[in-house]
């Protein structure tokens, strides 16, 4: 637990460092509002700052500059709320507004826009299925012998496959499809949909599972499917052209984000909001840089996660505050669309 006063150095190093890229000396802090001390006073706490392993002196002549575990303790015990811009804030409601009728429209337009308006690589994934369950099913009616199987998971992931019959598609079979269906797998987890399993509910609509083979068999598809985890990166080339990281950062950046299953396990890893400074990702590849992650909720759980990579030096308030407004506004989409 650090001082008052000792805080407020902190916070003003970490600040200017991360705008200015600069070391930061005693002089520069006596003009803090309040401090009411010593230029000695100052540095006997900034090299106190040092031993403690929150600073670093760069050049024996040079001022401070802080470390990983600086920036960690600012951004999670001292830096500030800046809400988003009322500008910023429609625009990003309109963009979201028309993605689309799918989560995985409105995810895609996200990660655009995230990238588009913060100038990072942004990534979006659709929720783990490991906990998903079938929502609603619902068969539409195509051709005289077509028709299109639509399930809707608790995570609001909307799949849909068309399939041919043996049978002439009327409005009444349709209609007796939903009913059935619905009333046979609704709430049921999307891993026990096997063969097996299908298998066994055929036989139990007896006379109606003339009917019914090749809906079983498309659901069954559309729910394999259903449980492999997208994800959807925008902007990753961004990172080529940022003064703030060298080469080899870059090159290892957007190595990482071309390796889809590592992307997924680094986003999926846990449940709470986290930023992962260089290597407390646990990847090699992501030593230079940043990924702000935030779970998006669905019902008011956890679900997918919508993340920026960015160079360890950066604007972590006004890009959190984006992160954070972008996935209110994407909860609240994919909610309307699990509650019709």
Known sequence: MLAERKKRILT????????????VGSKTLMSLEGLNCSSATIRNDMADLTARGFLTQPHTSAGRIPTVKGCRYYIDNLMPH???????????DARLMKAGDTPEKI???????????????????????????????????????????????????VKSSLFRTSFIVTDEITAMFDLTLNKALAGVPLSQITKGFMQTLAASFKELALFLPEVLIVIMEIAEKAQVTELCISGSAKLLFMPELDPVSS???????????????????????RIYMGTESGFAELSGVSAITLRYTINGTPAGTIALFTPLRADYPRLISLIRYTAEIVSSLIDELVDI
């Open 12 to 23: 003003a190093i970490v600040e200017s460092f991360l705008m200015t890229g600069e070391p």
């Open 82 to 92: 800046i809400p988003i811009e009322p500008r910023l804030r429609d625009y990003i």
């Open 107 to 157: 995810l895609r337009e996200a990660s655009a826009l995230l990238s588009e308006v913060s100038g990072m690589a942004a990534v979006t994934t659709t929720p783990p299925a490991e906990n998903a369950r079938i929502h609603r099913i619902r068969i539409v009616g195509i051709g005289r012998h077509t028709a299109m199987a639509v399930v809707v998971t608790t995570t609001g992931d």
């Open 251 to 273: 090159r290892g950046a957007i190595s990482f984000l071309g390796d889809t299953k590592s992307v997924a396990s680094l986003l999926l890893r846990s449940k709470e909001n």
